[in-house]
């Protein structure tokens, strides 16, 4: 009988009533491990850029750099003000020594230098034009005045050396070039710190096809299991999960907006054909991924192989398209109702019991805060894989089929019984036994003796 909605809710929480000890197991292991790879990884983020930073020319210890990029982090007033400061100083004294380093070079006549100079002190002027109209008392150097300072400075005048340094430094002339030193520097640590992230990445989706395995070999089990070999059958799982993904990606015509898209990139013409290629590409998406949704819930249930699976999702949810997208829409809706509520409960009261302390944690206590909410994100998403189980089963055992006839290709809504194939048996040849005759009287046996011997004798001879 085909469950309704109530129906599989209920059946959902049964089974997973079964598996309450293990579920919780497994969703503290995971968290704990995904919050340790997270950790690790923003560790790594500071240490680097702290280190960069201190390259850089900031005056400070590594581990106060970290604590105040933690404190940005963080988004607190206090951090982000004292990063702000210390990289604002940095950007003076480097400022300074490049002005310093300019002024060097005017006094031995290299006239790149001169060149450099009189830029900055155009764009100076420029920025304080509107300034000077506003106010009149704004003292605001001349092209010519330029000039004879430059000239001046050329020739060793040091007043004209001084004041020319103190204009430099108004005019801002390193900043932009001090800023774009301190990207390069920081451009340096990118690729290391990417690799990180897709090996991050990579492990997180491993775990994640793992617990997947694990959550469904527990909905598809009657019998309880030790988290042991739950966690050990549910990684074997894992691969054939991402093979399962993939075919059905493929065949659900997933990918079909991003290659008109990249199409449309490639060459002008395809743009015609932009609109309405992603119109029809979403249509198709959405008319055949849901039926290959139940894909993994028949891998790890039925042991079939990944195209195997993929197939017997698309032939049980036929018929079932609407069920199928209903029924998991009204789950996901309420299923991600109550654990938002249950996530944003259990922070209220975290705040509630130490929130004098969060503000003044650094940024991985606060990580290590956000673990029971991890720990429910986790039962929420197993609770999505048992609903998908008995959704997958029920759709199983009420199959809504088509049968075509060949001639008149009119549909027959009763399938015809199968026929049963009698299975052909060969019996070697075998010597044949004679059956033992019934009791004659004496004188009927000595005849039929005597006739023996007489039909055996030509046989022999031959």
Do not use: C
Not at 2 to 17: E, N, Q, V
């Amino acid at each position: 009988m085909l469950l309704s909605l109530g129906d599989l809710f209920y059946a959902t929480f049964t089974a997973a009533k079964k598996h309450a000890s293990s579920i919780a197991g497994i969703a503290v292991v995971i968290a704990v491990v995904q919050l340790f790879l997270w950790m690790m990884f923003l560790f790594y983020v500071m240490q680097q850029s702290a280190f960069a930073l201190r390259d850089s020319g900031l005056e400070q210890e590594p581990a106060v750099i970290r604590a105040m990029l933690q404190d940005a982090v963080l988004d607190t007033k206090d951090g982000r003000d004292a990063l702000q400061q210390e990289l604002q100083i940095l950007v003076v004294r480097k400022g300074n020594e490049e002005v310093q380093l300019l002024i060097d070079r005017i006094q031995q006549n290299d006239q790149v230098a001169v060149a450099e100079a009189r830029e900055a002190l155009q764009k100076k002027m420029q920025q304080f034009q509107e300034l000077a109209t506003t106010e009149p008392d704004t003292a605001l150097m001349g092209s010519a005045e330029m000039e004879t300072l430059l000239l001046d400075a050329q020739n060793g005048n040091t007043d004209a050396l001084d004041l020319l340094t103190h204009q430099l430094q108004l005019s801002g002339f390193p900043e932009e070039q001090v800023r774009q030193q301190m990207g390069y520097r920081f451009a340096q640590e990118v690729p290391a710190i990417f690799v990180m992230l897709v090996v991050l990445i990579l492990l997180s989706m491993f775990l994640n096809y793992l617990v997947q395995g694990a959550y469904l070999l527990l909905a598809s089990s009657e019998i309880p299991m030790t988290l042991g070999s739950i966690l050990s059958q549910g990684s074997l799982q894992a691969f054939p999960l991402m093979g399962v993904s993939l075919w059905s990606f493929v065949r659900s015509f997933v990918w079909a907006p991003f290659t008109v898209v990249l199409l449309a990139a490639v060459h002008p013409l395809f743009l015609v054909l932009l609109l309405p290629g992603i119109l029809i590409s979403i249509v198709l998406a959405v008319v055949f991924f849901p039926r290959f949704t139940l894909a993994r819930a028949y891998l790890v249930r039925e042991h079939l192989g990944i195209r195997a699976a993929v197939q017997r999702s698309y032939e049980t949810s036929r018929g079932y398209w609407g069920k199928i997208v209903g029924n998991t829409l009204a789950w996901g809706l309420v299923i991600t109702a109550v654990g938002l509520s249950l996530q944003m409960i259990v922070w209220a009261l975290i705040r509630m019991s130490i929130g004098a302390v969060i503000s003044s944690q650094s940024l991985f206590m606060n990580i290590i805060l956000s673990l029971p909410q991890m720990f429910i994100a986790q039962v929420i998403f197993a609770l999505g894989l048992f609903f998908i189980m008995q959704l997958a089963v029920n759709l199983a055992a009420n199959p809504k089929r088509t049968i075509y006839d060949a001639l008149h290709n009119k549909p027959n809504p009763v399938a015809p019984a199968a026929k049963t194939v009698v299975p052909v048996i060969i019996i070697p040849e075998k010597k044949a036994v004679a059956k033992k005759a019934p009791p004659k009287r004496k004188s009927a046996v000595k005849k039929s003796k005597k006739s023996v011997k007489k039909k055996q004798e030509p046989t022999e001879e031959a």
